[in-house]
């Protein structure tokens, strides 16, 4: 009788240890926290709760809000920086107009079809591999150059007002590349292709002392 109370014991003991394992391994699964895309400036995280895509200012918002956006409308937000916009990687139309903004880096946002950043404070614009570009506004910027040969589907280039020493469309076909405005700018020469001076189109603008050239050196 002895040995089966033991042997009980025993049992019960092994029960309780492996309950107890179980349970302690239940606990000590965290949930995986949804990722977050980092927003350091608090004008742009304001911007994005007034369109319901952030709940509070804390230097951060969820990726999930953000990823599938198609069209994002920040115009005159006062705007200085806006890191996280690679995160808005379905991004097709974007306005940034009339903001604070020094460098647009959009190297990540490849869907990108109209980019509007007039009237900023912009140094450097970088476009990345968005190959069916269609429209980019960038007048009344500080822009000193800006390279546009591989966006071969542009339709609209506003360049006015910069301080660019030369530029080239000469890869832009015609009539698709027909909107263009490079007045305002320090350069005297403005390279193109055989075609494109053969027939400049009748929106094409520039400053009355440039001149359309196939080779500006």
């Known amino acids: 009788m002895k040995r089966f109370l033991i042997y009980g014991l025993f049992l019960g003991l092994l ?3 492996c309950s107890s394992d179980s349970d302690s391994d239940d606990s000590e699964i965290d949930p995986i926290p949804e990722r977050r895309t980092s927003i350091p400036d608090s004008a742009f995280e304001e ?3 007034a369109r319901n895509l952030d709940d509070v200012v804390d230097g951060s918002v969820l990726t999930s809000r953000i990823e599938n956006i198609t069209r994002l409308d920040v115009n ?8 996280g916009i690679g995160d808005f990687t379905e991004l097709i139309d974007l306005n940034v107009r009339e903001n604070a903004l020094q460098t647009l880096n959009l190297t990540s946002n490849r869907n990108l079809l ?3 950043a007039e009237d900023n404070a912009l140094t450097s614009l970088q476009l990345g591999s968005n190959q069916n570009i269609e429209k980019v506004g960038a007048s009344g910027n500080q822009l000193t150059e800006l390279t546009v040969t591989e966006y071969t589907t542009l339709q609209l280039l506003d360049l006015a007002d910069n301080n660019l020493g030369s ?6 076909p015609l009539p698709t590349f027909n909107e263009f405005n490079i ?3 320090p350069l005297i020469c403005i390279l193109v292709s055989p075609e494109q001076l053969e027939s400049i189109p009748a929106s ?8 359309y ?5």
């Open 15 to 17: 029960f309780a240890g």
């Open 47 to 49: 911007a994005l709760i």
């Open 183 to 185: 007045e305002g700018n």
């Open 167 to 172: 530029v080239d469309v000469s890869t832009l």
């Open 114 to 116: 109209f980019v509007w």
């Open 213 to 217: 050239a196939l080779d500006c050196e």
């Open 204 to 211: 094409w603008s520039k400053d009355e002392e440039d001149s």
């Open 76 to 83: 005159n937000e006062g705007i200085s920086d806006l890191t």
